[in-house]
């Protein structure tokens, strides 16, 4: 089974920028998809970025530009580098892996961003 654990999260000021981690135990598939969420306060979860074992991304519009998705098939881990930090973007960002239509999450990793 797997099991994914995020670090780097933390406060930044605008402008700033944050890398997010995840690594992956467990054996983890060339057709599973990885990617990052973040959930605001009584929001639902959220798409920010997700990228598949070849390379191919997928953002959301908010963050294109800003943030860049980075996965390492080797290490099964996937990173967010997340550049020009604005306030809005302040949340939990959890890592997901998406294997046939089916989610493992991490724990979450909490995103503050002052202004």
């Known amino acids: 089974q797997v099991q994914l654990v995020e670090s780097g999260g933390g406060l930044v000021q605008a402008g700033g920028s944050l890398r997010l981690s995840c690594a992956a135990s467990?054996?983890?598939?060339?057709?599973?998809?990885m990617g990052w969420y973040r959930q605001f306060p009584g929001k639902v979860r959220e798409l920010v970025a997700t990228?598949?074992?070849?390379?191919?991304?997928n953002y959301a519009d908010s963050v294109k530009g800003r943030f860049t998705i980075s996965r390492d098939n080797a290490e099964n881990t996937v990173n967010l580098q997340m550049n020009s930090l604005k306030p809005e973007d302040t949340a939990v960002y959890y890592c997901?892996?998406?294997?046939?239509?089916?989610?493992?999450w991490g724990q979450g990793t909490q995103v503050t961003v002052s202004s």
């Open positions: 997901n892996l998406n294997r046939r239509g089916r989610g493992t």
């Open positions: 467990g054996i983890i598939f060339s057709l599973d998809v």
């Open positions: 990228i598949t074992s070849g390379g191919i991304t």
